[in-house]
Each structure stands twice: as structure tokens, then as C-alpha cells.
């Protein structure tokens, strides 16, 4: 089974008079251990998919499956006990807590989320350091470290509560292009040791090309997909 099924799914907003769709009639499956990337222009629907299958948020019509729940038929509880359980999230502009160190920003979600015991905690937290090449760097605060290793923690926070999933929205937007190489690359190593799924998003195309799934997103309609090696419409990459 599909990690995430999405069928005809829409997203409709409304801005006073004006409704808004972001989402436009998308259908596509996911499976486990995929390494994914949405692209297209600003206002393409990017964010919006993403948020939908973080449970953010809940599709207007259609049919969303992760991980075998029914996006729709959470509510804002289920939603955030299934969030904490299964998704860890990236962030472009990393959102690490500046007063704690880092070693205590991964640990953070193993506290506030899913109340792991200390023990276990530490060594969760410590086997991640070592894999994101962070160990030295534990006792640092985030205004101590650069912007690559800010995103390597970020990396190893989003893995810490061993989700099936984790989604980066734009993660390399703040990094000069060879760090967000090296960012991706880690993301892919850690998919690889773990199992995880990768979806992110992206404007930069030197980025897209390190998925191994292209999505490419306008007016909130899937417009292509493409899969290293060849795709759904017989182009390869």
C-alpha cells in the first residue's frame, strides 16, 4: 500500500468575496522510502500540497490517504497526535529555538511531542548527531553555527521521532548552492538509513534534479511527473 494516496483532491480558499483554488483535481501515490520533490513557480500549489499532507490542513473534496488515515476524517486532536507520531517537518528558514543548544532542539519534540523517557531520549538524540556529522556540535547555540550545519540539525530534529515521513518546504532557499547540495544529499543518506520519506519543494532547478521523483506543479494542477531512469508520460531524466 501506498504511503500517501491523494484522489481528486481540491483545496479551496476563500478570501472575502473571492474563492481561491489552490488545489486543483490531484491525484498521485507515494510509496515508502521515496525521495520526491513538488516544483513550479510561486502560487503553483506547492506549499498548499504539502500542507494537506501534513495534516495542516484538510482537503475541500477528494480523497487524501497517510499512512493509512483518512486526512479528512481527523480532527484538529487527531490531526496533531498524527502529526507528532508520523510527519517531521524542515523548514527554509530551519526555526530552531535560539536559546536552546543544539543537541536540545533535536531532543525538543521527543519532550513536547511524544514524552520519550531521558534515556531513550539521549540515545535517539546522540546516534542523530553522529549521523548529520553534528556531534562536535551539540553544546552550540543556533546563532554559533552556520547556515548549513542550522539545516543538518533541522535534518536530524525532523528524524528524531522516527516518523515515516518528513516534509521540507523550500529547505535549501537560505543555503548558497553547495550546502544545499550537501543538504540534499544528507536527506537522502538519512532516507536511506531510515527508511523515511522525502518530499520537499523547491524553485531551484539545480535542486530538482537530486530528487528521484519530479512533481512539477501550475495552477494547482500536476502538470508532469517524472521518475529517474523515465515517467508516466515516457520522458527520462
Known amino acids: 500500500m501506498a504511503l500517501i494516496k491523494a484522489e481528486n483532491i481540491v483545496k479551496d480558499y476563500r478570501v472575502g468575496e473571492v474563492l481561491i483554488r489552490a ?9 515508502e522510502a521515496s525521495f ?11 506549499t498548499t500540497l504539502l500542507n494537506l499532507i501534513g495534516c495542516l490542513d484538510s482537503p475541500t473534496e477528494g480523497n487524501l490517504f497517510v499512512a493509512g488515515e483518512d486526512i479528512k476524517e481527523l480532527d484538529r486532536r487527531q490531526g496533531a497526535l498524527f502529526r507528532g507520531k508520523n510527519i517531521g517537518f524542515i523548514f527554509q528558514d530551519f526555526n530552531l529555538i535560539p536559546v536552546l543548544t543544539v543537541y536540545e532542539n533535536i531532543e525538543y519534540p521527543l519532550i513536547m511531542v ?11 538524540v546522540m546516534k542523530l548527531l553522529d549521523a548529520v556529522g553534528m556531534l562536535e556540535q551539540e553544546n552550540k547555540y543556533p546563532d554559533q553555527i552556520s547556515g548549513g550545519q542550522k539545516q543538518r540539525v533541522a535534518v536530524a530534529r525532523a528524524l528524531v521521532t522516527n516518523p515515516k515521513l518528513v516534509l521540507a518546504d523550500e529547505p535549501t532557499a537560505n543555503l548558497d548552492h553547495k550546502t544545499a547540495y550537501m543538504v ?7 532516507r536511506d538509513e531510515f527508511n523515511t520519506t ?14 528521484e521523483i519530479i512533481y512539477t506543479l501550475e495552477d494547482g494542477q500536476i502538470m508532469d511527473m517524472r521518475k529517474k531512469g523515465g515517467n508516466e508520460n515516457g520522458k527520462s531524466l
Open 36 to 46: 520526491v520533490s513538488f516544483v513550479g513557480p510561486s502560487g503553483s500549489g506547492k
Open 198 to 211: 522525502f518530499i520537499f519543494s523547491t524553485h531551484d532547478q539545480k535542486i530538482v534534479g537530486e530528487a
Open 114 to 124: 511524544q514524552n520519550v523517557p531521558a534515556r531513550e531520549r539521549e540515545e535517539r
Open 23 to 31: 488545489i486543483d483535481g490531484v491525484s498521485f501515490e507515494i510509496e
Open 184 to 190: 540534499i544529499e544528507l536527506m537522502k543518506k538519512m
